[in-house]
């Protein structure tokens, strides 16, 4: 990839990557000729540094809706790493509500587990430990018995609705940091719609043009999906159920045929201008023929 971007005189670019590609070796790949990265940082790692971020005081800054940001640096010199801590509250009011549940549910195994015995209560032991969700609030003693860890508890409350976020370039600033990490999700929920709303494969087609037919015309549709998303400031899902709600309705008396729009809601309205369409015409179509 920092072939191709060189190749194309691109190679000072801020790439911004995911937790699975942070390793220092990538993260150094990155600042090749003269190039930046974002990173997400995995907050559970055991990693000094990011340990030293999530403990360090200080007030979060609200920048937009649901979207609150602390800048962190760790180091001196050199060795300095920017961080960037940034938190959703609703997010963390789903985290709380979710661990809750887990834990509600994991008392109820525990209080199932005291009343088993030998083969049933081993393989139910075992499960447990093994139990994908489960297992981070356990904790056994030196019997082997098995209890709700209340240090991974609160150490899993102290990351509700978080999520950490390093970069290189000391020139952006710590709301654009967040924001450009932010867009990773559109790329995913780009990748989603391709295959799964436009169908971008599996491909039955025989011929090789066809074949580039087909993806061209799935990306001209997420071009377009992506052009109204950003005009409008809306969700695609949400442009598309708003005007779904807009019909032409036939009216048939006799002989004769209206076919007849609905009243355009405000809403409607608001995602015609912004995308610099005109209202439908009211009437499609008026026929007053005789049989």
Not at 53 to 73: C, H, M, Y
Not at 93 to 117: C, I, P, Q, S, V
Not at 223 to 246: D, G, P, Y
């Amino acid at each position: 990839m920092k072939k191709d971007l060189i190749g194309w005189r691109l190679g000072r670019v801020v790439t911004v990557v995911d937790r699975g590609f942070s390793s220092e070796d990538n993260l150094r790949e990155l600042q090749k000729t003269g190039g930046h990265y974002i990173a997400g940082e995995k907050m559970t790692a055991g990693k000094q540094k990011v340990e030293d971020a999530l403990s360090r005081p200080g007030r979060f800054k609200t920048v937009r809706d649901n979207l609150e940001i602390k800048e962190i640096v760790v180091g001196d010199g050199e060795a300095r790493v920017r961080y960037v801590l940034v938190r959703n509250p609703d997010e963390a009011r789903r985290d709380e509500f979710r661990r809750e549940a887990h834990l509600k549910a994991l008392e109820a195994e525990l209080a199932r587990l005291k009343e088993l015995d030998s083969d049933a209560h081993t393989k139910a032991h075992c499960r447990l430990q093994s139990h994908p969700t489960f297992k981070r609030y356990l904790k056994s003693d030196k019997r082997g018995n098995l209890a709700i860890d209340q240090q991974a508890v609160k150490a899993m409350e102290r990351l509700d609705g978080k999520y950490l976020i390093r970069t290189s370039d000391d020139t952006l600033s710590a709301e654009d940091v967040a924001l450009g990490y932010k867009q990773l999700w559109q790329v995913e929920a780009a990748f989603r719609s391709l295959k799964q709303t436009m169908e971008l494969r599996p491909m039955y087609h025989r011929k090789n043009e066809r074949i580039r037919a087909h993806v061209l015309l799935c990306w001209l549709s997420l071009l377009l999906v992506r052009v109204a998303e950003n005009r409008t400031c809306r969700t695609w899902r949400e442009i598309r159920s708003v005007m779904n709600e807009m019909h032409l309705i036939t009216y048939k008396a006799g002989s004769g045929r209206v076919r007849q729009r609905t009243e355009v809601t405000p809403e409607q309205a608001q995602i015609l201008k912004a995308l610099g369409y005109e209202h439908p015409p009211l009437f499609a179509e008026i026929s007053t023929e005789m049989l």
